[in-house]
């Protein structure tokens, strides 16, 4: 009997054994799988921003993506980049639910109301696309007392705010502005007749000017400004690690080979 009974518990510590064995692997796995999840670093963008993001067959390439996976080389993180509606991006690093946003994002006062920003790693133009034999051959041109042209943007660019403004500032409508959700619809609106100029940054400005016979981009800019990574306010510890790398890729000349591969001198 004293030799069963001391069976049965022989038995029954191996199976303990085996039970705590068990637990712990579980909690090795799931530590392996939070520092999988940790390792991962998410872009929110917008891939119609030619050449900054955009489609190549199913591929996200771009300016913007090759320098947000230089950054996530230098910190050991696996870039994942996420094709959204550009006005959506600034809520969604806001909110959490992407760590940053990287669409030739331009550093506004009205934007580091709700988000911050790295060191900018860029400067874009704003420029005005028109159709051959227009009437408008300059900004001051839309922005005269008299005039009441039609301009289209893309929801929530710089074009977008910047010609609220200042169409505001003259005291014109808010009716002679068209806001579209992608550029390509603004262009194609141009194209058609329903608006008279468009708005929008010098790179992909020329790109479409090329890609559509009949339309020109003006010699003179709308506005210059400043591209920056953005972060939410509350993600001090991603935004420093990012900026750091950033500052690096800077100095070793990484990000203007990047930008210089993508964007040739004139």
Known sequence: MKKIIALVLAVAMIASVAMLA??????????????????????????YFVPYEYYEGTDIVGIDVEIAKAIADKLGMELEVVDIEFDSIITGVQTGKYDMGMAGLTVTDERKQSVDFSDSYATGIQSIIVKEGSPITSTDDILAAD?????????STTGDLAISEDY????????????????????????????????????????YAAANEGMKVLSTEYLSENYAICFAKNNTELKDKVN???????????VKNIIDKYIKAN
């Open 22 to 47: 068990g637990c712990g692997n579980s909690n090795k796995d799931g530590a392996k799988a939070t520092e999988a999840k940790a390792a991962k670093l998410t872009m929110a963008t917008n891939a």
């Open 147 to 155: 005039a009441q042209y039609k301009i289209g943007v893309q929801l």
């Open 168 to 207: 505001e500032k003259a005291g014109k409508s808010d009716d002679l502005i068209t806001r579209f959700t992608t550029a390509n619809d603004a262009v194609s609106a141009l194209g058609s007749g329903k608006i008279d100029a468009v708005i929008i940054d010098n790179e992909p400005a020329k790109s």
């Open 244 to 254: 750091g790398a950033l500052k690096e890729l800077i100095a070793d000349g990484t």
